[in-house]
C-alpha cells in the first residue's frame, strides 16, 4: 500500500508560482507511476500531468504545457508539481495519485492511491 500527502498550496496572485509536494510512505514507491489532477466546485476531476517510475517521461495536459513541470525524487519519496505562470483557472484542489500500471493514465480510475488534496487559489 502506499499513503499519499500533498501540501504546498495556497493563496497566489495571477502570474504567481506555487510548487506542490507529493509525500508517499512505503518501501515501493518507485514502482508507481504519479499523476497530478485537479477539481475545481462544480466541475470534474481532470488530468493536470503524470510521470514515469524513474522519471524519464512525463505526459502534461494542453491547458499546463509549458508553465507546470513534474519531478520526482524516489529517495525522498516525493513528487513535485512547479506550477508557474499561474492563472484563476487553474484554482481547484490538486490531488496527487499512484498507478500500479506501466502504461500512461490520464484518467483517474486507473490510479489506486490518492491523497485527499491541497487547495490551490489564484487571485485575479
Known amino acids: 500500500q502506499v499513503q499519499l500527502l500533498e501540501s504546498g498550496g495556497g493563496l497566489v496572485q495571477a502570474g504567481g508560482s506555487l510548487r506542490l509536494s507529493c509525500a508517499a510512505s512505503?518501501?515501493?514507491?518507485?514502482?508507481?507511476?504519479v499523476g497530478w489532477f485537479r477539481q475545481a466546485p462544480g466541475k470534474e476531476r481532470e488530468f493536470v500531468v503524470t510521470?514515469?517510475?524513474?522519471?524519464?517521461?512525463?505526459r502534461y495536459a494542453d491547458s499546463v504545457k509549458g508553465r507546470f513541470t513534474i519531478s520526482r525524487d524516489n529517495a525522498k519519496n516525493t513528487v513535485y508539481l512547479q506550477m508557474n505562470s499561474l492563472k484563476p483557472e487553474d484554482t481547484a484542489v490538486y490531488y496527487c495519485?499512484?498507478?500500479?500500471?506501466?502504461?500512461?493514465?490520464?484518467?483517474?480510475?486507473?490510479?489506486?492511491?490518492w491523497g485527499l488534496g491541497t487547495q490551490v487559489t489564484v487571485s485575479s
Open positions: 495519485a499512484a498507478s500500479s500500471g506501466v502504461l500512461v493514465s490520464v484518467t483517474p480510475l486507473l490510479y489506486d492511491y
Open positions: 510521470i514515469s517510475r524513474s522519471g524519464g517521461s512525463t
Open positions: 512505503g518501501r515501493t514507491f518507485s514502482t508507481y507511476r
